[in-house]
T-cell receptor
Framework: GDSVTQMEGPVTLSEEAFLTINCTYT??????LFWYVQYPGEGLQLLLK?????DKGSNKGFEATYRKETTSFHLEKGSVQVSDSAVYFC????????FGKGTKLTVNP | NAGVTQTPKFQVLKTGQSMTLQCAQDMNHEYMSWYRQDPGMGLRLIHY???????DQGEVPNGYNVSRSTTEDFPLRLLSAAPSQTSVYFCASSQTGEGGYTFGSGTRLTVV
């Protein structure tokens, strides 16, 4: 079945550091790919998405590119802030969302 | 728009009790899903629906029932609560699935 594998956390960075969270997937067909973010004590929010190969999703300085050849959708941000501290989930769909296990990011001042 | 509304936000049950977690959306979304979130396990799909009258099992359906009699509502029923069902439950909805899902704020359930 469909599955998502993302890098294990936790990840701890200093403010203004570069962030990469790796995500690879296994799926039949051509799924849509997503990154969701969960801030402490809250539900999940859609951060960005890509619906076909070579699409780049972006939002709030975060980016990820749908790479069919490597079945990857790595999340990147050039300069993280303390407010980016959260758990990040990679996921695929369309009919039902399949999640990776999440990566906890802590950004220190 | 209220989005996806889950009730209650918190619940404590005794082992063997039954209850229904409510989920309602006002976006006319066809797709709805229930997930549970446990530490270190990410989010696991319990049941999902692609439209009124249509439901299917996800990864961890045992001990849970769902029905989808209207587009707006997708309740999750715990038949006989067990401590292993202690978790945070999230409901989500989407128009097509491809555009992403909108999540409710969650129900924190404790079974003692």
């Amino acid at each position: 079945g469909d599955s998502v594998t993302q890098m294990e956390g936790p990840v701890t960075l200093s403010e203004e550091a570069f962030l990469t969270i790796n995500c690879t997937y296994t799926a039949t067909g051509y799924p849509s790919l997503f990154w969701y973010v969960q801030y402490p004590g809250e539900g999940l929010q859609l951060l960005l998405k890509a619906t076909k190969a070579d699409d780049k999703g972006s939002n709030k300085g975060f980016e990820a590119t749908y790479r069919k050849e490597t079945t990857s959708f790595h999340l990147e941000k050039g300069s993280v802030q303390v407010s980016d501290s959260a758990v990040y989930f990679c996921a695929l769909s369309p009919e039902k969302l399949v999640f990776g296990k999440g990566t906890k990011l802590t950004v220190n001042p | 728009n209220a989005g996806v509304t889950q009730t209650p936000k918190f619940q404590v049950l005794k082992t063997g009790q039954s209850m229904t977690l409510q989920c309602a959306q006002d976006m006319n979304h066809e797709y709805m899903s229930w997930y549970r979130q446990d530490p270190g396990m990410g989010l696991r799909l319990i049941h999902y629906s692609v439209g009124a009258g249509i439901t299917d099992q996800g990864e961890v359906p045992n001990g849970y029932n769902v029905s989808r009699s209207t587009t707006e509502d997708f309740p999750l029923r715990l038949l006989s609560a067990a401590p292993s069902q202690t978790s945070v439950y999230f409901c989500a909805s989407s128009q097509t699935g491809e555009g992403g899902y909108t999540f409710g704020s969650g129900t924190r359930l404790t079974v003692v």
